[in-house]
């Protein structure tokens, strides 16, 4: 990594990327200059279902060992028009590799999660989101321990903790700033090794890094921030230099 004349952290923490519609040349040329650090791809909400270079990114993103995945909404929107096993089965024959399991959208009841979470286990790596996506309907940090408690007693293989594509709901406030209560509450359930916090922004990805280490598991981050936030985890940006200053 580098041409090697520094002495920089060791980086564990994974890199969980949110694609919001790209062609398959630009996810080509994201992966030629950063597959190194990206661990997961999310086709975000509903772009899995209507993407036509689906095929082709998902060839790009295996022969780089990159876990493909499906985003929660369309699978909360298939269970709550009984289209759930219809949408896995659809998922595994397109070669996707993992499932994120969300009730942020649908009213949805933790036993029916939890029973989603099953099934998509069965096939698929399974990513369950916890918390709502609308602002005005937050969830206690209780009812967080609950719910991650649930979802990998299911089978989910990684815990979500909502942030959405703005970072002002789930684990931040309306202003974007950490909820420190609900991501303690979190961790605590399920192990921070476990725990992917959505952090689209980079005073977000800032904060967490400098709280837990650069091994702190990331989500939803934009493609064009890839390499900024590889700087982030390194100490090679002013916000985490201290990481990386002898």
Wanted: charged share 25%.
């Amino acid at each position: 990594m580098g041409p090697g004349f520094l002495s920089l952290p060791t980086v564990a923490g994974r890199t969980h990327v949110l694609d919001r519609g790209l062609a398959p040349d630009v996810v080509a040329g994201v992966l030629e200059s950063a597959g190194e650090h990206i661990d997961v791809w999310k086709f975000g909400w509903g772009i899995a279902y209507l993407d036509r270079g689906l095929d082709r990114k998902l060839r790009l993103l295996r022969a780089h060992h990159v876990t493909c995945c499906m985003g929660g909404t369309l699978l909360e929107v298939a269970w709550s028009q009984g289209k759930a096993e219809e949408c896995l089965a659809w998922a595994e024959r397109a070669g996707l590799d993992a499932v994120e399991v969300s009730r942020g959208v649908v009213e949805m009841a933790l036993d029916d999660k939890r029973e989603l979470i099953k099934k998509a286990s069965q096939a698929f790596t399974v990513f369950a989101e916890t918390g709502r996506k609308d602002a005005e309907a937050p969830l206690s940090a209780g009812q967080w321990q609950e719910e991650i408690a649930e979802d990998l007693a299911a089978g989910a293989t990684w815990v979500i903790t909502e942030g959405r594509e703005s970072g002002t709901v789930g684990i931040y406030d309306g202003s974007g700033r950490p909820r420190l209560d609900i991501i303690d509450a979190a961790v605590s359930a399920a192990g921070l090794e476990r725990v992917m916090f959505e952090a689209p922004r980079m005073a977000q990805q800032a904060w967490l890094i400098n709280r837990f280490g650069p091994a702190v598991n990331l989500a939803n981050i934009a493609p064009d921030d890839v390499l900024p936030l590889a700087t982030l985890r390194l100490g090679l940006r002013a916000d985490t230099v201290a990481l990386s200053v002898k």
